[in-house]
């Protein structure tokens, strides 16, 4: 029994002796614990922006205007003269909601000519649209019972027979990208891109470690010194099969009947881009941390939340400023939303500047710094060693 307990013992003396086990086992969990709960705090959404066209400008729709400023779900992000445009104005904004007041709203009210209020619901994302519809839906049932009370009391009705009268105007809802209604066709698409971020990053993890554990990164500098050479070396392979994965992600839309019609080449710029950004992470984290198992288990903390914070499922705008940063340093947040404009939403190419920035950005620092570190290495190596000869790389 001694023994047994010495054995113990020892594992724990093991396990707060190494540092990446004790931080992983750890600190992950308050990590997630505090990143997640951050994420969900609020439980609800609330200050989703909408847009409204007010083509009637009178007091009434001033009035409908201010009770939807009221509704603590919602807020007006813009007022447009028409729907002239009002497509792109929302995409910029985010706005899952475009609510039409048409002309002569208030005259077809008092002449009992039921106008109709068109609502348009952008149901890209079902949590965000549905929750925006919903609260027009309240602002305009409560205005219609207050209209229609206030008419026929001035008749000399009484309330309790007038709230049971005639409807003073309809409204229209107009739901708009509707494939994702499916929910295969909204979740299977984000999954596997970030299925496809995660194997890069963990092959990727291993392409500097490996030498440098292994003992064959002099090896490798005796074929090829110049230090972006030996990123293309690492990188490309993993390019080349990105484009087999990209292809078996389209046979599966094929096969279950989720057929993506969107601007090609846009989106295969936009890959290349992903992929470079997911690649730059991947061989910095490699290069800086030169064991296997350290530079995969810190990318596999990068990567688990990634679906997550990346504001597919959940808006980015209802978390925490400093979880909007960190999900902003992350690839698939800006892929998946450069997927949802051209394949869901179906946008015009210009609204994926933003995103398609954001990822050179991404590759760009990554990627330079990965050259800086690797060509300080190169150097202190070749003074450590001399100039090492040309040498067969291991298998």
Not at 175 to 200: A, R
């Amino acid at each position: 029994m001694k023994r047994f307990l010495s054995l113990i013992g020892r594992e724990f003396r093991l396990f707060f002796n190494n540092n990446v086990l004790r931080l992983l086992f750890i600190g992950a969990p308050i990590l997630y614990g505090i990143l997640i709960g951050s994420v969900y705090q609020k439980g609800k959404i609330t200050d989703l922006p909408i847009i409204v066209v007010d083509e009637d400008r009178s007091p009434m729709s001033s009035k409908l205007i201010e009770m939807l400023e009221e509704n603590e779900t919602i807020y007006i992000a813009e007022i447009l003269p028409s729907l002239v445009n009002s497509k792109n104005i929302a995409t910029e904004y985010e706005a899952t909601t475009v609510v039409r007041i048409p002309k002569n709203f208030a005259a077809d009210i008092q002449q009992a000519r039921l106008p109709e209020l068109a609502v348009f619901v952008d149901a890209s994302n079902t949590l965000t649209s549905n929750t925006a519809m919903m609260a027009v839906n309240v602002v305009a049932a409560t205005m219609k019972a207050g209209v229609q009370i206030e008419s026929q009391m001035k008749k000399g009705v009484p309330k309790y027979v007038a709230e049971q009268q005639y409807e003073p105007f309809k409204t229209t809802f107009i739901k708009q990208n509707i494939k994702s209604g499916n929910y295969l066709y909204f979740m299977m698409p984000g999954v596997l891109l970030t299925v496809f971020q995660q194997v890069l990053l963990l092959g990727l993890a291993l392409s500097f470690a490996s030498e440098f554990e292994n003992g064959t990164f002099s090896e490798l500098v005796s074929r090829v010194s110049n230090p972006i050479s030996l990123i293309l070396v690492k990188i490309i392979p993993y390019m080349l099969m990105s484009v087999g994965i990209i292809l078996m992600y389209w046979g599966f839309s094929a096969y279950y009947k989720m057929p993506l019609e969107g601007d090609i080449p846009a989106f295969a710029w936009s890959t290349l881009l992903f992929i470079l950004a997911v690649c730059g992470i991947g061989v910095l984290v490699s290069v800086v941390l030169p064991n296997q198992l350290k530079a995969t288990e810190v990318l596999m903390v990068v990567a688990t939340p990634s679906f997550i914070l990346s504001g597919f499922t959940w808006p980015l705008s209802q978390m925490p400023t400093w979880v909007q940063w960190v999900a902003d340093v992350i690839p698939l947040t800006h892929y998946l939303k450069i997927f949802r404009y051209l394949y869901i939403e179906r946008v015009d190419t210009y609204h994926i500047a933003e995103p398609v920035t954001a990822l050179s950005v991404i590759a760009a620092i990554t990627l330079s710094l990965t050259v800086i570190i690797l060509y300080y290495k190169i150097r202190k190596m070749k003074k450590k060693t001399g100039k090492p000869k040309k040498e067969k790389l291991k298998a």
